[in-house]
């Protein structure tokens, strides 16, 4: 009888099962809520990388073409391609005048539906950011380029203001999974630009 009475007293009850089973679930799911959270983190700082890296890619290159380049030309016909104002899109003349080189943004050559930063120069358009990352706004504001500066109303080459054309970019971008947008990263850069030649160089 001593033996039997032994054996019915082992094992687990009911109800410490049933508090068991609630202390692993309550641990399960705190810890799986903090995987996922780490998980997004990981996306939402790869989206930020992606974005970040597309961007300040873009705007050193608009620097480095535009500080060599030139908004005027001085060779054959009087002509000048930045302009005053702030637009989305900028064309002007490589150092040596023989070609033009644009910049704008436009919808990226694939099916993403993304918009890019796309470059010119001659006649065929390549992208410099990733599909991957949606521009969602370019902007050139260009100043001190009016073709006035460098030439007078007879098209005759005159001294020029000795003020550089300055161009003040700026580019805002959106990076991650376009349905989770707790999970998508935005950047913004601005920058600031001037040719390296005065007006008054041109002739």
């Not at 000795?162 to 947008?181: H, S, W």
Request: net charge neutral; glycine share 6%; with cysteine.
């Amino acid at each position: 009888m001593r033996k039997l009475r032994q054996q019915k007293n082992t094992g687990f009850t009911l109800l410490e099962m049933i508090v068991a089973i609630g202390v692993f679930i309550v641990v399960v799911t705190i810890s799986l809520s903090a995987f996922l959270n780490v998980h997004d983190i990981q996306l939402k700082m790869s989206a930020f990388r992606a974005a970040n890296d597309n961007i300040n890619f873009a705007i050193e290159t608009m620097v480095r073409d535009i500080e060599e380049g030139r908004c005027s030309r001085a060779i054959g016909s009087p002509d000048t391609k930045c302009g005053d104002g702030s637009n989305d899109e900028i064309k002007f003349y490589t150092f040596n005048e023989s070609d033009e080189i644009s910049y704008k943004r436009d919808f990226c050559a694939g099916s993403s539906g993304n918009k890019c930063i796309k470059r010119k120069e001659g006649v065929i358009w390549s992208n410099i950011t990733s599909d991957n990352v949606n521009i969602t706004y370019l902007n050139f504001e260009v100043s001190n380029s009016n073709l006035s500066d460098v030439y007078n109303s007879s098209g005759i080459f005159q001294s020029g203001d000795n003020k550089q054309p300055l161009i003040t970019i700026t580019v805002e971008g959106v990076a991650g999974d376009e349905n989770k947008p707790k999970l998508q990263s935005k950047i913004n850069v601005q920058a600031s630009v001037s040719q390296r030649q005065l007006d008054a160089v041109y002739q």
